[in-house]
């Protein structure tokens, strides 16, 4: 199964990630039509900063998912096969529970159309559009490794 | 398997691309998959790297910042990235025309004996423009003319001189807009200080001052260009040459000249046929010495001497990839870096001439207007000396070349048109008037990998000339279409609607005329201020049935092209990628519809070629319905 992994000091916070993310949310799929879409296609990732390091930000799909456990309307489910958190939106009503609680603020709300933004690991392609679009290879799309505590 | 039909239409370009992949040689297609996804911000023009309190951006999504450190919001940023643009392209033509005019100054006072005056008329009629007495010496004339030129690019109040040779409507215009330039050195300037941090934030105000930056440029520095080249390199005449990598030659020493300044590449055309130099090319094994071009510095040599025409832009690096060329010397303007690496994959040697583009480590020939011919001959020496050392079994020069007749001035075609003893604009424009031909078009610019190479060009030219519009073109482009066979008199009845076809075949034209470089679209402008002189087709540039693209474009000097066409009143469509320009609503709305009230033109972007066919003969109709024109004839 994998999973997105940082190499976080080779990121520059050019925030390219995020423009593919959104591009590749898209109806359309290219970014000059994609900003005149009725439902503006937000990115799923979003580039933050602390001290001198940028940290790419997006669903960690963990395994012990506060946003599973806090959805009230049972949209949010964790697929183990899949290593993901399933997001069912037409179950979904908006009540940003999840956004609360993800540790990693790694949910954010679309007000617009009142359902949460997260990463889908772009489900219908070889690999997230983010890991193309990282100029300088600091996102890694790889098996998931066992992290020793 | 890559599927080379999507880069390029052109077979000799796609062969040559065959052939780099297996030899894995790296070229601009290449390169720009690496590029991929190219930064979005940079797309949108929402990236501000003006001054260190950035680089910000602007958030295109509307969550995030919606202005960057100093306030600055997405319109004023992209408006100021635009506006750069344009003061960069118009330096760089306009630059080209004072070292013309500075060549034509040295050789009148004696210093540059490798030049002559080789077209007296031009030199007295412009010598009349500029309120010159013609009565004196011909060197005498030069003198006083260039001193004159050369203080167009120093003026600081008053107007260009050249603005008088648009129609008096037009100037009102510019006029009453304050956008008449003043000098050509303070125009590029001015706007550079505009877009500084903290001066103009109203990009309205910055797109008026990039209008007459541009209207500096091609009422200026390129019209200067052009106009000078002629007086001392001679004014084009419809000449046959031949295009594509074919014209490379398996056992001649090959000689590629590129780049824009044709200085001292016409002295490239006289060393190369130099007896001596010649027999020393025999001596070393060769049949003799082929001299060929790539991009405008190849239109600047097939015009006067028909020489041949390598390819475009895009083939700059094809052309040393076909393991044939001994030399290519190159000058200033759209020289890809990357040459330095493909040739040290040949014998070829890169030979710089200008101090303003040098490659480091790259063997460096300074070309000095006193010792132009010396320099030519020192760099035909080099490739001949060069000759023994390419490997015969990498050569692999493709087939394809094509024929073609350029050397279509604004003199020239009325003569042809109206006959040498009654040069007139006369049946030009009464084809128009009559509806037998629809209209005018002038497809220009480059060629750029994000589109499949020379698709846009030749698909655009065909579908406009089909609807009898009679296409002007320059640059890359017209090497483009002269590629597919488009610019010989037999393409007209191949291609070209019946009305265009009866005016072709009457007067012996193809239906799509070179007309030269880049710089030479300042030849389109005086034609286009000589129909309105005519009568009949109204009194405005922007009257007349007409518009213009830049199917392909991605040179900054395009975008120059763009700005002093929409302001002289031409409809002008983009290719390619808008300029990014699109993170900024205000500003799009206002380039393709507010500037059609204010200038009479607008611009507009498409990335369809049939599309934007359908956009040029709208406007051309429209512009027809305005005049009360007939219906066209055969519609």
Partial sequence: MKQLYYEVKKCLGCKSCEIACAIAHSLTGELFKALKEEALSLPRKKVSSSGD???????????????????????????????????????????????????YSAIRPNIKTKIPIRCDKCKDKDEPSCVKACPTGAIIWQEEVEVIK | MENFKEKSIDIATQEVLKKAKEENIKTAWDRLELQQPQCGFGQLGIC????????????????????????????????????????????????????VAHTLSLMSEGHAHDYEIVDIEKLKTLAQEFGIDITKTKEQIAKELSKKLLEEFGKQEGELIFCKRAPKKRQQIWKKLGITPRGIDREVVELLHTTTMGVDNDYKNLIATGLRCALSDGWGGSMVATDVQDIILGSPQPIRGKVNLGVLKEDYVNIVVHGHEPVLSEMAVKASLDPELIKLAKSKGAQGINLAGICCTANEVLMRHGIPVAGNFLQQELAIITGAVEVMMVDVQCIMPALQEVASCFHTKLVTTNPKARFPGVTHIEFEAKNAYEAAKKIMQLAIENFSQRNKERVNIPKQEMDLVAGFTKEVVFQILGGK?????????????????????????????????????????????????????????????????LLIPEAAKEYAGRGLQEICEAVGIPPVLHLGSCVDNSRILTAASYVIAEGGLGEDLSDIPAAGCAPEWMSEKAITIGFYFVASGVFTVFGASPFAVLGSDNLVHYLTHDLEEIVGAKFAFCDDPLEMSKMMIAHIDKKRKALNLKPVMYA
């Fill in chain 2, 48 to 99: 501000c790297t003006i001054c260190d309190m950035g680089p910000c951006r602007i958030d295109p999504f509307g969550e995030g910042a919606k202005a960057g450190v100093c306030g600055a919001n997405a319109d004023t940023i992209a408006a100021r990235n635009l506006a750069r643009k344009i003061a960069v392209g118009a330096s760089a033509h306009s630059d080209h025309g004072r070292d």
């Fill in chain 2, 421 to 485: 003893y009654r040069a007139t604009y006369k049946p030009l424009n009464e084809a128009i008037i009559s509806g037998r031909l629809r209209g005018l078009a002038g497809v220009v610019g480059c060629n750029n990998p994000k589109q499949t190479h020379d698709y846009f060009h030749n698909t655009l030219v065909k579908e406009l000339i089909k609807n009898d519009v009679l296409v002007l073109q320059t640059g890359c482009s017209a090497i483009a279409c002269a590629k597919q066979g």
């Fill in chain 1, 53 to 103: 390091k940028n940290y790419p930000v997006s669903c960690r799909h963990c395994k012990d998912p506060k946003c599973v456990e806090a959805c009230m309307a049972a949209a949010l489910v964790y697929d183990k096969e899949k290593g993901m958190v399933l997001h069912d939106e037409s179950r979904c009503v908006g009540c940003w529970m999840c956004v609360m609680v993800c540790p």
